[in-house]
């Protein structure tokens, strides 16, 4: 059984940085993607950055790209969201969540079949 837990979210005031975690179990082996999403007041879920596991590949998209970055340990099985030069309009639940699929990342939420309990991010101004 896959479980995903997210750690990290808080409140930050406009400017400042957070590292959000997803400690990762239930996988046998690198053969599948994380995710990163965030859910804000009255917006669809919005992709935030995945990684494949099977070849560290990344993506960002281009408007989040400079402001967060993701990246993984392994050997903990946590995968990081590092959030900086945060911003009001950032503020939402974040998810991680999982696909068993290699070497392929997506940002469509609908792809991702495990998802974790979320954390709260609040920016404030």
């Known amino acids: 059984e896959v479980q995903l837990v997210e750690s990290g979210g808080g409140l930050v005031q406009a400017g400042g940085s957070l590292r959000l975690s997803c400690s990762v179990a239930?996988?046998?082996?690198?053969?599948?993607?994380i995710g990163w999403f965030r859910q804000r007041s009255g917006m669809d879920r919005e992709g935030v950055s995945c990684?494949?596991?099977?070849?560290?590949?990344?993506y960002t998209p281009d408007s989040l790209k400079g402001r967060f970055t993701i990246s993984s340990d392994s050997a903990q099985n946590i995968v990081y969201l590092d959030a900086t030069n945060l911003k009001p309009q950032d503020t939402g639940v974040y998810y991680c969540?999982?696909?068993?699929?290699?070497?392929?990342?997506?940002?469509?939420?609908?792809?991702?079949?495990?998802w974790g309990q979320g954390t709260q991010v609040t920016v404030s101004s």
């Open positions: 239930g996988f046998a082996s690198n053969d599948y993607a």
């Open positions: 990684i494949s596991l099977s070849d560290g590949s990344t």
């Open positions: 969540a999982a696909m068993t699929v290699a070497y392929y990342t997506s940002m469509v939420p609908d792809e991702y079949a495990e």
